[in-house]
């Protein structure tokens, strides 16, 4: 998590024990300074020593770029359906 000088959470991570990374998240208002990136390597960090071998996630097209800067490869383009409503996401994944 990353905090501001009011110690309010800004950003997040949510890493499961089997690498999979549920959910990444930046305020609007601190959005492209490099937290989403910072994140990403504090899970690496925690996923080594604990034998998480790879790391994946299901992005979305505005979290996308923030996890190729980070090394994840596109596996697919997942086409899924939401309360009827056609949507997708890019699942992904980065190997150690």
């Given at each position: 998590?990353?905090?501001?000088?009011?110690?309010?959470?800004?950003?997040?991570?949510?890493?499961?024990?089997?690498?999979?990374?549920?959910?990444?998240?930046t305020h609007p208002d601190h959005a492209r300074?490099?937290?989403?990136?910072?994140?990403?390597?504090?899970?690496?960090?925690?996923?080594?020593?604990?034998?998480?071998?790879?790391?994946?996630?299901?992005?979305?097209?505005?979290?996308?770029?923030?996890?190729?800067?980070?090394?994840?490869?596109?596996?697919?383009?997942?086409?899924?359906?939401?309360?009827?409503?056609?949507?997708?996401?890019?699942?992904?994944?980065?190997?150690?």
């Amino acid at each position: 998590m990353a905090e501001d000088g009011d110690d309010r959470c800004v950003a997040y991570v949510v890493l499961e024990r089997d690498g999979h990374l549920d959910r990444l998240y930046t305020h609007p208002d601190h959005a492209r300074h490099g937290l989403a990136g910072q994140l990403l390597a504090v899970a690496e960090q925690y996923a080594k020593p604990h034998r998480i071998e790879r790391l994946f996630t299901e992005a979305s097209d505005l979290a996308r770029p923030a996890f190729e800067q980070a090394g994840y490869k596109m596996i697919a383009r997942r086409n899924i359906e939401v309360g009827g409503v056609a949507m997708h996401n890019w699942a992904m994944e980065k190997r150690f």
